[in-house]
C-alpha cells in the first residue's frame, strides 16, 4: 500500500507565486519517492497545474460539485476536473462542510460524482472541539463516514483515501497526539473492516490532517494506521512540505 501526502492550498497564493511554489517542491522530490505525493491548489489554477506537473507530484481539486453538467452557474463538475488532468478530490472538508452548508447528504453525492468519473478521493472527517470534549468523538466520525461510504463497493473504497482531521486541530497549532490519531485511525481501519471486509480495509489509506507539520510528522506517520498526512499551513511552505514528505518516506 502506498503511503498518501497532499497539500491542501486552500484560498492562498495567486498565480505567479503558487506556480513557484510547486516548482519549489518539485525541486525538492526525487523520482524515487515511493508515496505519492498531491498538491491542491486553488481551483482557477488547475488546468495550468495539471498541465505544468511534472514527476511525482499529483493535483486535486479542493472540491467539486455534486451535479453533472447543467445549468449550474458557478459549479465545476468531476469530469470536468478530469477532462483538465486532475486526479484527485478532496471532498469533505470540515471548512466546506460549517461554512457552505455541505450537508452528508451533499457529501455522498459528491463522493459519487467523483466516483463516476474516475476520479479518486480524498474523503475528511473529523469532530468539532464539542464532540471531543462530550467523548463522542467516535460516533460523530463513524456517522459521518457511514452517511458517505455506505452501499459502496469494496473496488470503490480503493479509490478512497480516509482523512481524518479533527477540526480543533486544524489551523490552530494544536496537533492531536500520536496516541490520538492512532486511535481514530484503527478505530476506522475496524468500522470498515466491518462495513466492507478486512482485507479492503487492511488497504485502505487513512492519513491525518490537522496542525501536522515537520515537528511532529515523524511521530505521527510512525503509528502503524497512519498512512500520511493532508496538510494546511505547512503545503504553503516548500520547506516544509518537503520535510513533512521526508518524515513520511522514512517512517
Ligand atoms: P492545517 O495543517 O493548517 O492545520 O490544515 C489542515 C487541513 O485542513 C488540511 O486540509
Keep these: 500500500m502506498k503511503n ?56 486535486a481539486s479542493q472540491q467539486c ?3 453533472g453538467s447543467g445549468a449550474f452557474t458557478g459549479e465545476f463538475t468531476a469530469a470536468m476536473l478530469g477532462s483538465c488532468g486532475v486526479k484527485w478530490v478532496i471532498i469533505g472538508h470540515s471548512e466546506r462542510r460549517e461554512g457552505y452548508g455541505e450537508t452528508d447528504n451533499v457529501i455522498r453525492k459528491k463522493l459519487r460524482a467523483a466516483l463516476d468519473s474516475g476520479l479518486q478521493v480524498l474523503l475528511c472527517c473529523g469532530e468539532p472541539l464539542e464532540v ?19 452501499g459502496l463497493s469494496n473496488s470503490a473504497l480503493e479509490s478512497i483515501v480516509i482523512a481524518y482531521e479533527p477540526i480543533w486541530a486544524i ?38 490532517g490537522g496542525s501536522c507539520k515537520p515537528s511532529n510528522a515523524d511521530d505521527l506517520f510512525a503509528q502503524p494506521d497512519v498512512n500520511g498526512g493532508l496538510i494546511g499551513g505547512a503545503s504553503l511552505n516548500a520547506a516544509d512540505f518537503i520535510a513533512i514528505v521526508t518524515a513520511l518516506e522514512n517512517r
Excluded at 467523548?135 to 463516514?145: A, G, K, P, S
Design 132 to 150: 471531543r470534549e462530550s467523548e463522542t468523538h467516535f460516533d460523530w466520525v463513524q456517522n459521518q463516514l457511514m452517511h458517505a461510504l455506505s
Design 4 to 59: 498518501v501526502i497532499a497539500g491542501n492550498w486552500k484560498s492562498n497564493k495567486l498565480m505567479a507565486e503558487a506556480l513557484r511554489l510547486m516548482k519549489e517542491i518539485e525541486s525538492g522530490l526525487t523520482s524515487e519517492i515511493s508515496a505519492e505525493v498531491i498538491i491542491a491548489p486553488p481551483a482557477p489554477y488547475l488546468s495550468a497545474f495539471a498541465s505544468e506537473a511534472k514527476g511525482v507530484l499529483q493535483i
Design 65 to 67: 460539485s455534486a451535479t
Design 171 to 208: 489551523g490552530t497549532g494544536k496537533t492531536a497526539s500520536a496516541g490520538q490519531a492512532q486511535e481514530m485511525h484503527a478505530f476506522i481501519r475496524n468500522w470498515l473492516s466491518i462495513c466492507f471486509d478486512r482485507s479492503t480495509a487492511r488497504g485502505c489509506r487513512i492519513i491525518y
